[in-house]
């Protein structure tokens, strides 16, 4: 989880920064604004994650303690699916 929220952090670094450039440049507008929309969503996602509970721990932290999360081996394990191996 802390790569994820890492790389998420590092994504929208990206995207402020091309979001400017773009905004510089001019004649691209309108993909700067996606751009600056999709950064703050991230943002929104970031914060959601690390912003504590009323029982003050995190969701992210509840991810780390109880083990919970998708493995590669428990998307091939729903109705109908042939494993592959």
Sequence with gaps: MDIALSL?????VA?????????RRGGYTR??????ILAAI???NVVIWTLP???GTT???EVKET??????DACLHF???????
């Design 67 to 72: 083990g919970a999360g998708v493995s590669s």
């Design 53 to 55: 509970t009323p029982q």
């Design 15 to 23: 995207l402020l920064l091309g979001a400017i450039a773009l905004f």
């Design 42 to 44: 991230m943002v929104a």
């Design 79 to 85: 109705k109908g699916a042939a494993r592959i191996t």
């Design 59 to 61: 969701l992210s932290g």
């Design 31 to 36: 993909q700067a604004v996606l751009m600056l």
């Design 8 to 12: 998420l952090v590092l994504t929208v």
